[in-house]
């Protein structure tokens, strides 16, 4: 009997739905391919939870969670709710979810995936292959106090040395997996956080002097993203430096919908979704890009299923159908959101060649 992996599925509102829907069906794909079994329980989160139930983050969404073996989210938010007061917003339903999930890990993969499809110059961006390393449940995004106090408005920027030295560990092990350079971005020349960041990562630096580890201000790190990606392997940073040079490293390489993400803690379920969010200006015209939603499946499959041939062969088939040029419109092609799904899956289903042993983090 194969092992039954229960997800559970959660589309949101926008774009989320429609490439959460292809993300499913490549693991379906995949499933066929290599004898998994998959059950997906689909549940309601952000502004269609709201909707439907008054709630972002209702508590049958959140049991269901608990009860899975990972989590595929789509994107929360939009037009629509967006006069809503802070804490009854769609995205904090998201936010509530990776809190209570505990994964303060953020993994993003940034990687060229095909020729001709970075508005930078090629020989600006060959080789870049780096992943980025968000802080995920701290910072500006949770501490307290929060809040709006008639002409006055308050984020707190906070941050333990636990909470900091826990996500370093998980970037330095990364590294060590991979090109075994770490870059960390911080404010540290403006930012009290900053300068215990810093401390903390010399700290647990130590414990891995085979990875050479170097410290960048965020406003440079803005740049050299830019001038020269391809000298970054793993970066690790704080929850929102990580938000913002996550989204640009994907106008690096060609497209906010190509990147995936895994958020990782110490105890199962994890969360995957693709770095975008649900693009209003474009939901419902069948057109967002699957990929990073495809590669967040993938992400799945490496993390909360152990199945590494199985992501790289899913990582294999998105290349190999991008590189056939069938591509959506943010990367200037005509096809469709179903079509790209289809012919991934396909590619799944029939076996690209998969490099032998090669694992991508
Ligand atoms: P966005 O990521 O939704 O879109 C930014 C731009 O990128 C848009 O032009 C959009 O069309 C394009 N884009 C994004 N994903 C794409 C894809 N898969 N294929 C093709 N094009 C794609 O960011 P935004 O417009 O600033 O935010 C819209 C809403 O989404 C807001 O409510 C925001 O809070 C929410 N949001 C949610 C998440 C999430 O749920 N993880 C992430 C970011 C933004
Ligand atoms: C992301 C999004 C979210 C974030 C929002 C929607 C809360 O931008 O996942 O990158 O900032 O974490
Ligand atoms: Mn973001």
Redesign the pocket.
């Known amino acids: 009997m194969p092992e039954r992996y229960r997800v559970a599925v959660l589309g949101?509102?926008?774009?989320?739905p429609e490439?959460i829907r292809e993300a499913v069906k490549v693991l379906s794909a995949a499933g066929r391919r290599f004898d998994l079994e998959f059950a997906f329980d689909e549940a309601l989160i952000?502004g269609a939870a709201i909707d439907a139930t008054g709630s972002p983050l209702p508590d049958e969404t959140l049991a269901l969670c608990r009860s899975s073996r990972a989590v595929l989210?789509?994107?929360?938010?939009?037009?629509r709710?967006?006069a809503l007061p802070g804490d009854a917003r769609?995205?904090r339903g998201?936010l509530r979810l990776r809190a209570e999930l505990a994964v303060y890990a953020n993994l993003r993969p940034v990687r060229l995936m095909a020729e001709g499809i970075s508005p930078l110059r090629a020989q600006a961006v060959a080789g870049t292959d780096l992943l980025i390393v968000r802080e995920l449940t701290g910072g500006l995004y949770f501490a307290t106090p929060r809040g709006r106090w008639g002409d006055l408005a308050i984020d707190t920027l906070r941050y333990t040395r636990d909470e900091i030295a826990r996500v370093v560990r998980v970037a330095l092990r990364l590294a060590r997996s991979r090109r075994r350079v770490l870059t960390s971005v911080d404010k540290a020349n403006v930012l009290e956080t900053s300068r215990l960041w810093r401390d903390v990562v010399e700290e647990e630096a130590r414990a891995f002097p085979d990875v050479t580890v170097r410290h960048m201000l965020v406003d440079t790190a803005a740049m050299e993203l830019v001038r020269a990606p391809a000298t970054f392997d793993v970066i690790v940073t704080e929850n929102m430096f990580g938000d913002i040079l996550s989204?640009e490293a994907a106008g690096v390489v060609g497209?906010?919908?190509l990147l995936p993400s895994a958020s990782l803690g110490d105890h199962a379920p994890f969360l995957y979704?693709?770095?975008?969010?649900?693009?209003?200006?474009?939901a419902g015209k069948g057109?967002?890009?699957?990929v990073?939603?495809i590669l967040s499946a993938a992400l799945l499959l490496r993390y909360s299923c152990d199945l590494p041939s199985a992501a790289v062969a899913v990582e294999s088939a998105v290349d190999a159908v991008l590189a056939s040029g069938v591509r959506?419109?943010?990367l200037g092609g005509s096809a469709s959101t179903v079509d790209v799904g289809d012919r991934i899956a396909a590619a799944v289903e029939e076996g690209q060649p998969v490099g032998l042993g090669e694992i991508r983090s």
Do not use: K, Q, R
């Open positions: 949101g509102d926008g774009i989320g490439v952000g989210f789509g994107a929360a938010g939009g037009p709710w967006d769609p995205e998201l989204d497209s906010l919908g979704e693709p770095v975008h969010g649900s693009a209003p200006d474009i057109i967002g890009n699957p990073g939603a959506t419109p943010d």
